[in-house]
């Protein structure tokens, strides 16, 4: 029989409603055998989210505030949502659940620990709920003692502890280390704790259920009504991401990748919706052109020109040290004949700026140099433009039509992304003219 880990985000279990959603999803498909939880997000747009509030709960201990009504609203909405889905003492003994972690907080518990709590009480309740097994992360996700997540021994232990139950529920977020301390991952990391335990169960996918229909070809704040992106490889949203498309954690990819497991992104909400695929590779005939376009504000470009740069020896290696010696890592490196840019993130660049144009001007001495500070980059990523000509005419005769300009121009040799750079500006326009010249066939 095949395998699913269902893993929910917070949105997925922000109530009663969610949970009752969150229910039905699981029921409705007995390959889902283990369910990964978040603590609960967002009820509405002004709602704090658990892990928010009991961090909150932490900051005022540690400055000897007042914190019991604090907590006393974590526990409200918990038991809120215990009673509502008539999960009784019996089932699950709250109170002391929430002495416990009371007890531990006074003790000096750490900030991990507090906001881990959020994820555990919600897999308690889910477990409850539908009856099935509960297994505390704290005794499978594996940390060594500096905080390192250990792959290779969570996944031993975790697998063999799936192996002993039919169904269960997992706390997503965090694990612990050697001496029993709770250790997190980095906010939003439930996803990562999904694909872990997905890996351990060698499911067949990986169901991500949150609260939109997955990916879509471009963000729907610039393109109006995007469509939906059905089929998805992991180099491709590797690209799209690092330009600023997020629906998941990034690290969540890893675990899965290596395994070979599909990611499903679906949407708690409305659960007929086939939602994303996420593959090593999609296949060839839900290849369009492109997949999607993402892009993000806020680069500086410096472009260097120096007659004969190409046979100056090591002149690259000196833009590499000057960057190194600031300390600022760059994005992309374009290069002509004679010509070289580096880009950079402003927030990477601070005001350190001036520093490193003087460095390069000093030891480099290039014919002109000039700064452009506020660029932004625009990724056109796709499987499908492998060897396919006219992509780039495509592209250009697109920006070129709507009158703006290209500053900058990189295709990674991989040829499924054709990454351009442009004035500020224009990044609205420029996304929605790519759009439409692709999405017109
Ligand atoms: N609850 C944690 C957070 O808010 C982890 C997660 O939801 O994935 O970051």
Not at 82 to 94: N, P, R, S, V, Y
Not at 288 to 295: F, K
Not at 346 to 369: A, H, Q, Y
Request: aromatic content about 8%; charged content about 25%; proline content about 4%.
């Amino acid at each position: 029989m095949s395998v699913k880990v269902a893993k929910f985000g917070g949105s997925s279990v922000a109530d009663t409603i969610q949970f009752t959603k969150v229910r039905d999803i699981v029921f409705s498909d007995p390959a889902r055998k283990f369910v990964v939880v978040s603590a609960p997000g967002k009820r509405f747009n002004q709602d704090t989210k658990m892990t928010d509030l009991l961090l909150l709960c932490h900051t005022h201990l540690m400055n000897h505030l007042p914190w019991d009504q604090l907590f006393q609203v974590v526990c409200d909405r918990f038991s809120a949502i215990a009673f509502t889905l008539e999960i009784g003492q019996d089932k699950l003994d709250l109170q002391s659940e929430y002495q416990r972690i009371k007890a531990a907080m006074e003790d000096g518990a750490g900030s991990d620990y507090i906001a881990s709590r959020g994820e555990y009480l919600s897999a308690r309740l889910m477990a409850a709920f539908l009856g099935w097994d509960f297994i505390d992360a704290a005794d499978v996700i594996k940390f060594d003692a500096r905080g390192k997540f250990l792959a290779e021994e969570t996944n031993s232990i975790l697998s063999e502890e799936l192996k002993k139950h039919k169904n269960a529920v997992i706390p997503g977020f965090y694990g612990a280390m050697p001496d029993g301390k709770i250790k997190t991952f980095s906010r939003g990391g439930s996803d990562i704790s999904g694909a872990i335990v997905a890996r351990a169960a060698n499911a067949d996918v990986y169901e991500n259920w949150t609260d939109v229909h997955g990916f879509l070809t471009a963000d729907p704040r610039i393109v109006d009504d995007p469509q939906p992106i059905k089929y998805i490889s992991y180099q491709e949203l590797r690209e799209l991401s690092y330009m600023g498309a997020n629906v998941m954690h990034e690290d969540a990819i890893f675990p899965v990748k290596e395994a070979g497991i599909p990611i499903n992104i679906r949407n708690t909400n409305d659960p007929e919706h086939p939602g994303t695929f996420i593959l090593a590779e999609t296949p060839e005939d839900s290849r369009g052109v492109i997949t999607g376009i993402a892009g993000s504000k806020n680069f500086t470009v410096i472009a260097m020109h120096k007659y004969m740069m190409n046979s100056e020896r090591g002149f690259m290696k000196r833009v590499f040290s000057i960057l190194d010696s600031n300390d600022v890592s760059f994005e992309h490196m374009p290069t002509g004949i004679d010509t070289l840019s580096v880009v950079l993130d402003n927030d990477m660049v601070g005001n350190k700026l001036p520093d490193i144009v003087e460095d390069i001007k000093r030891t480099l001495e290039p014919d002109s140099l000039d700064i452009y500070d506020d660029i932004a980059m625009i990724a056109t990523v796709g499987q499908g433009m492998t060897y396919r000509p006219g992509v780039a005419a495509k592209l250009f005769g697109a920006l070129a039509e709507q009158g703006i300009n290209i500053r900058m121009i990189d295709q990674g040799s991989s040829e499924i992304n054709i990454i351009v750079g442009v004035a500020g500006s224009d990044f609205e326009k420029a996304i929605r003219a790519i759009y439409n010249a692709f999405n017109q066939e």
